[in-house]
């Protein structure tokens, strides 16, 4: 599927943030010159043809008393699908991915207590396949704003 020119702008406003008011959509739509139910339907279309994944809020983890590790998980390759899903069923994990190398399963991890963390990764280090895990705990948050502007 190929983005149209107001496929992009409405991605680039969304991607601004959603104003917290009663009708976000609408707001979005007067900036764009076109209806609010245009903007749904849009949204709506770009979603089903996987384009956007969801759309939700994101916080401010270290205020609210989280804090966050990347872990990288040493697995045999016959393990890798089996063990990412036992990873995935962790409501803590926020990303997981499988990359090429010796350490194949990389994921994050968000937490707000450090027995909740250590249980976690015991339970991931005991997996059937996994030879090794290691824990890069965050130490300190440089924070950037990523925002793809699409022209």
Known sequence: MEL????????????????????????MAQKLGVSEQVVLERLDQLQQEGLIRKIGAFFNSDKLGYSGTLIAVKVQQQYIAQVASKINEYPEVTHNYQRSGDY????????????????????????PGVSALMDLYSQKKYKIDVRFQLK
């Open 4 to 27: 149209t020119s107001f496929d992009k702008q409405l991605l680039n406003e969304l991607q601004g943030g959603i104003q917290f008011v009663s009708r976000p959509y609408e707001l």
């Open 104 to 127: 194949a399963l990389w994921f994050t991890l968000i937490t707000n207590d450090a027995k909740r963390r250590e249980h976690i990764l015991t339970t991931v280090r005991n997996l």
